[in-house]
């Protein structure tokens, strides 16, 4: 074994141990080390026993034994911990070192915590790192953004780890400076958000409208997973609804209705509010979440409020076949919304962000890897300028071919009084994005009459500015020309 490491890691946890086994299992030396000091004796003796690990029971120890420019790696709890250990390492730490954060960090933080280490003289990386437990181990994918400056002396690490799409390409390239990484990882786990909850009105269709059995479900689940629906989260809803409780019931229908979140859907929501940016299906998971955790309040509601009794009296299977088609069009509705996000974001914050690149980064390893992030590569490489994904050919006719099925689904799920709320804002965006003209003309109006907030006219330049006096009663003063 080296005597020095080629990477240290603090923080033992399910994520951090089996990333460390992932970095030393591609050949190099990891240094390890956690806050309470027996994770690490543990670690050595268990599952790192005989490899190559160096143990450190205090961070001097650890940030001695790593090979300068030192790298630095911390999956901790996101918050005050990542800056508690930030002012720790930065005394032990020479000029050029780098300390890198791995945690699910709301990317302002990022953008703050680069700025201050490297005015310390060290270099801060803000990474992305997605596919669970498994992923860890076995081949996450990695986001990395923060000082340019690091990207070359973590690069061959970072890609040995990560995982590979079948060409051997990594899922994992630079994203951009600052707090890019973590804002593509932030807008990645809200599109999350959004394809868990298109799955599960699926699943609460065929359920309540339809009647059909989990085992009945699973053999959906496992046909969809055969088609353009192809993705890791059809496939794990598969091995759900087919596992079964010690009663040999499915145990997924004895676990209560109440969804957990730990931020980062509802930091995408809020980055597309302070945006302008319209990610009405994120916003309805989010949503969704929050609805489903007032449980107790629901259960009084629904012996209270009356609503019509669902009963399918149609064709069952092409109604699964209109709910894989709306399953599809949803899912590319997320990824222009989440798209036009990072472009947004992009903008503000000058980051050169690879659109293309980061549909690949996400293709393998990560939570919301499928085979339809292959063709969004595709459309970025054919136009790098893209503005919307929509506006590409094939996901121009993708779904406009899903629209009619995904018409009916939502239609029916109304009718029969069953909640679709990311099926049908999806929809509804696409029917917004793709109308010339909207009812806004009567909302400036509006907001002219009641606040004097002026609005501009079709048959005038862009840019200028009218006020009407509507009552005759106000005066000729507007909102721009006045603070209230």
């Not at 786990?189 to 269709?205: P, R, S």
């Not at 930091?267 to 302070?274: H, R, S």
Request: aromatic fraction near 10%; charged fraction near 25%; charge should be neutral.
């Amino acid at each position: 074994m080296k005597k020095l490491a080629d990477i240290g890691l603090i923080g033992l946890a399910v994520m951090g141990e089996n990333f460390v086994l992932n970095m030393e299992s591609k050949g190099f030396t990891v240094a390890v080390f956690n806050r309470t000091t027996n994770k690490v004796d543990n670690f050595m003796n268990a599952r790192g026993k005989g490899k190559n690990f160096i143990g450190a029971h205090s961070l001097e120890e650890f940030v001695n034994s790593i090979e300068r420019p030192r790298k630095v790696m911390m999956l901790v709890k996101a918050g005050k911990p990542v800056d508690d250990f930030i002012e720790k390492l930065i005394p032990l730490m020479d000029k050029g070192d780098v300390i890198i954060d791995g945690g699910n960090s709301h990317y302002p933080d990022t953008i703050r915590r680069t700025k201050y280490v490297e005015s310390k003289g060290l270099l801060f990386v803000g990474t992305g790192v997605s596919g669970g437990e498994e992923g860890a181990l076995k081949g996450p994918s990695l986001m990395p953004g923060g000082s340019p400056a690091a990207w070359p002396l973590i690069k061959e690490i970072f890609q040995a780890a990560s995982a590979k799409v079948e060409d051997g390409s990594p899922c994992c390239e630079w994203v951009g400076e600052n707090g890019a990484g973590h804002f593509v990882k932030m807008v990645h786990n809200g599109i999350e958000y959004g394809d868990i909850q298109i799955i599960c009105e699926a699943y609460h269709l065929m359920k309540v409208l339809l009647g059909i059995s989990d085992d009945e479900m699973t053999n959906v689940f496992t046909e969809w997973n055969k088609g353009k629906l192809d993705s890791y989260l059809i496939e794990i809803t598969k091995d759900i609804l087919a596992y079964k409780d010690t009663d040999s019931q499915p145990l997924v229908e004895k676990i209560l209705d109440t969804a957990g979140q730990k931020g980062t859907g509802k930091w995408t929501g809020i980055a597309a509010l302070d945006k302008g940016i319209p990610l009405t299906l994120i916003g309805e998971a989010v949503f969704s979440r929050c609805l489903s955790a007032q449980k107790d309040l629901r259960v009084k509601a629904s012996k209270f409020l009356t609503g019509p009794t669902p009963a399918f009296k149609g064709d069952k299977k092409q109604f699964i076949n209109d709910l894989e088609d709306a399953l599809y069009g949803a899912k590319i509705i997320s990824y222009a919304q989440g798209y036009n996000l990072m472009m947004a974001a992009a903008e503000e914050y000058k980051w050169n962000l690879n659109y293309g690149g980061i549909a690949l980064m996400w293709r393998g390893g990560c939570i919301i890897r499928s085979a339809f992030l292959g063709d969004i590569k595709k459309a970025f490489d054919k136009n790098p300028s893209l503005e919307n994904i929509l506006l590409d050919p094939f996901f121009k006719e993708q779904v406009e071919k899903a629209q009619s099925g995904w018409r009916r689904v939502c239609a029916t799920a109304i009718e029969n009084g069953i909640p679709v709320p990311a099926l049908t804002s999806a929809l509804c965006y696409f029917d917004g994005f793709r109308t010339e003209r909207m009812p806004a003309n009567l909302l400036q109006a509006q907001r002219d009459y009641f606040g004097a907030h002026t609005y501009e006219r079709i048959d005038q330049p862009r840019g200028k500015f009218f006020h009407t006096n509507w009552t005759g009663h106000g005066g000729n003063t507007a909102s721009t020309t006045y603070i209230a």
